[in-house]
């Protein structure tokens, strides 16, 4: 099992930027990929951004692209989403997701944390 807490989400103006992070626990070893997913009112679930455990490699949506980062310390077992340029779409419930070695989807889900972007 791996446990994973999401902070860092709130209130911001168009414009503005937050960093979100993702620290996780318990069979760390075991992942291959972490990710930041968003969920915005009435809509499903999308994918905003990936990164590679071991490998550090990344991946984008396209809507995010230019604006966010991902980055990871693995030291800390944590993940972190820089969001600048933030506009009133982003708003939305991000989160973490996990997978693990040997799986092809995204096991391990934080319980979200609400950006609300004003314009």
């Known amino acids: 099992q791996v446990q994973l807490v999401e902070s860092g989400g709130g209130l911001v103006q168009a414009g503005g930027s937050l960093r979100l992070s993702c620290a996780a626990s318990g069979r760390t070893f075991s992942i291959y990929d972490m990710a930041w997913f968003r969920q915005a009112p009435g809509k499903e679930r999308a994918f905003v951004a990936a990164?590679?455990?071991?490998?550090?490699?990344?991946n984008y949506a396209d809507s995010v692209k230019g604006r966010f980062t991902i980055s990871r310390d693995s030291a800390k077992n944590t993940v972190y989403l820089q969001m600048n340029s933030l506009n009133p779409e982003d708003t939305a419930v991000y989160y973490c997701a996990v997978a693990r070695v040997g799986s092809s989807k995204y096991e391990y889900w934080g319980q979200g944390t609400q950006v609300t972007v004003s314009s």
């Open positions: 990164i590679g455990w071991s490998t550090s490699v990344t």
